[in-house]
């Protein structure tokens, strides 16, 4: 405070007045509004931290949030590793961010849809569910399985090819009920380098089609006639040996397949 003199009228000692509008506003004491420290702050709902905070020791909280337009960034020098634990202090599951992989160790893992909760991805130690959709492999070598897989529908993309390969072993489809192979706007093609065999141990195989062509049969011929088919020959009989084997004998007013059927000697 800064005094000044009296007025001639007051009577009054002139270190004993002072006038507001003089006052030395300096020497006034400020309170200081003890919530926080540095970037901490105490708030209703609770700690606020401002800013990048770092934690050399254990940090024991129940929740942390950012803020509504802000992301939450957790960052270390080596990696960031968040665990839970029961009751007992006993590990119940870990998640890892490293320079070189992201692990998870836990019981059960789950990847559910933001909309509505459903799972999309769990893995747990008997299986692995995918509750997605649609599957899409995109690498150029495909899916690699090392053992069986079963599923009801194998589909490709629309105006894509489906191609199932084992490069140096078997393919093998099982099913109980039956296996279904189909092509509603194309062709079907079965090719091997030696024997494709067409087996039915109780019923029959049954081919339905308004034209079948077994191309490169064998040609026999008559004993009366040259070793080479006739080239105006145009009709011919199908016979075959008794070991199944399928040729062709040149159709005449009978049967000429007993006639032709030196064939089957080199079958």
């Not at 399985?145 to 191609?163: C, K, N, W």
Request: hydrophobic content about 35%; overall charge negative; proline content about 7%.
């Amino acid at each position: 405070m800064t005094a000044t003199s009296a007025p001639p009228w007051s009577g009054a000692p002139a270190h004993l007045l002072h006038h507001p509008a003089a006052a030395d506003t300096s020497h006034v004491p400020c309170i200081p509004l003890l919530d926080g420290m540095g970037n901490l702050r105490v708030t209703k709902k609770g700690i606020r931290l401002e800013g990048i905070s770092e934690f050399l020791l254990p940090l024991y909280v129940k929740e942390i949030h950012s803020r509504k337009d802000s992301p939450l960034v957790l960052q270390s020098d080596r990696n960031v590793t968040v665990n839970a634990r029961n009751h007992m202090g006993q590990l119940t599951g870990q998640l890892t961010v490293g320079a070189d992989a992201v692990e998870a160790q836990c019981k059960r893992f789950e990847v559910r849809a933001s909309e509505d909760g459903r799972v999309l991805f769990s893995a747990d130690e008997d299986e692995i569910t995918i509750g997605a959709e649609k599957l899409k492999v995109t690498g150029t070598e495909g899916a690699v399985f090392g053992h069986s897989v079963e599923t009801p529908h194998i589909r490709a993309e629309p105006s894509q090819d489906l191609r199932l390969e084992s490069p140096t072993r078997s393919l093998i489809m099982e099913a109980p009920r039956g296996v279904q192979v189909r092509a509603a706007a194309g062709d079907f093609k079965a090719t091997c380098r030696k024997e494709l065999h067409l087996q039915s141990t109780e019923g029959e195989i049954f081919l339905n089609a308004d034209t079948i062509r077994l191309g490169n049969l064998p040609t026999g011929s008559f004993s009366s006639a040259p070793s080479s088919p006739n080239p105006r020959q145009t009709v011919y009989e199908l016979c075959a040996c008794p070991n199944g084997k399928l040729y062709l004998s040149p159709a005449g007013v009978g049967s000429t397949c007993q006639f032709s059927s030196s064939i089957c000697l080199w079958s």
